[in-house]
């Protein structure tokens, strides 16, 4: 159910959902709708939630855990871009494409680090 998903990632970043929705720009009342009726947002609304959590609405409508990254991940991050051309190569390139793109080029990577370990 989505609000099940919603919920989890409020609690992963210290908010209510209420307090959430509000910030998102959505009613009060929007988060106890879904948790009632088992309804999903779609639209502009999944897109909002989406943004405000930094997930696709793909990950946001999937089974699967998500699970957000934390303000040292965040800064590791950063620092790994900063630091590390070949990351910031691969970020540009990828930051515009999509979900389908990046799984492409992961793939991609996951090969030749394979065919490297066997020659």
Do not use: H
């Not at 691969?90 to 799984?103: F, G, I």
């Amino acid at each position: 159910m989505f609000y099940d998903k919603y919920a989890e990632l409020c609690q992963q970043k210290g908010i209510t959902p209420t307090a959430a929705a509000l910030e998102i720009g959505l009613s009060k009342a929007t988060p106890t709708k879904w948790k009632t009726s088992g309804a999903t947002p779609s639209g502009e609304n999944l897109k909002k939630i989406a943004v405000y959590f930094g997930i696709t609405e793909s990950e946001l409508l999937s089974d699967k855990k998500i699970q957000l990254t934390t303000n040292q991940q965040q800064v590791e991050l950063r620092e790994e871009l900063r630091d590390n051309p070949a990351f910031r190569i691969l970020y540009d390139t990828l930051k515009d494409a999509t979900d389908a793109d990046m799984l492409e080029a992961a793939a991609i990577i996951a090969r030749r680090k394979e065919e490297r370990g066997k020659g």
